[in-house]
C-alpha cells in the first residue's frame, strides 16, 4: 500500500494491489485517515490494480486511441 498526502489539493491518494484489496476495508481505511484531516475539504482516492494482462490492455487501447481497433 502506498498513501500519498495531498492535501494541499484537496484529496489523499491510496494505491493497492489486488492482495492488499483483499486484506484492507476501504470504508475503514477511509475513516481512519480522515479522522485525522477536515473531512469536508478532503476526499481519499483510491487506485486499485487490475487483474487483466497488462500487455494486452495497453495495447487495445493504443489501438483504440489511435483509431485501429
Same mark, same amino acid.
Not at 473531512?39 to 489501438?63: I, R
Given at each position: 500500500?502506498?498513501?500519498?498526502? =495531498? !492535501?494541499? %489539493?484537496?484529496?489523499?491518494? #491510496?494505491? $493497492?494491489?489486488? &492482495?492488499?484489496?483483499? /486484506?484492507?476495508? !476501504? %470504508? @475503514?481505511?477511509? !475513516?481512519? /485517515? /480522515?479522522? =485525522? #484531516?477536515? &473531512? %469536508?475539504?478532503?476526499?481519499?482516492?483510491?487506485?486499485? *490494480?487490475? *487483474?487483466?494482462? $497488462? $500487455? *494486452?490492455?495497453? @495495447? *487495445?487501447?493504443? %489501438?483504440?486511441?489511435?483509431?485501429? &481497433?
Amino acid at each position: 500500500m502506498e498513501i500519498y498526502d =495531498k !492535501r494541499d %489539493k484537496g484529496y489523499i491518494e #491510496v494505491w $493497492l494491489t489486488n &492482495a492488499e484489496q483483499q /486484506l484492507y476495508d !476501504r %470504508k @475503514e481505511l477511509t !475513516r481512519c /485517515l /480522515l479522522k =485525522k #484531516v477536515d &473531512a %469536508k475539504n478532503c476526499k481519499v482516492v483510491y487506485f486499485l *490494480s487490475g *487483474s487483466d494482462d $497488462l $500487455l *494486452s490492455c495497453t @495495447e *487495445s487501447l493504443l %489501438k483504440h486511441n489511435l483509431g485501429c &481497433a
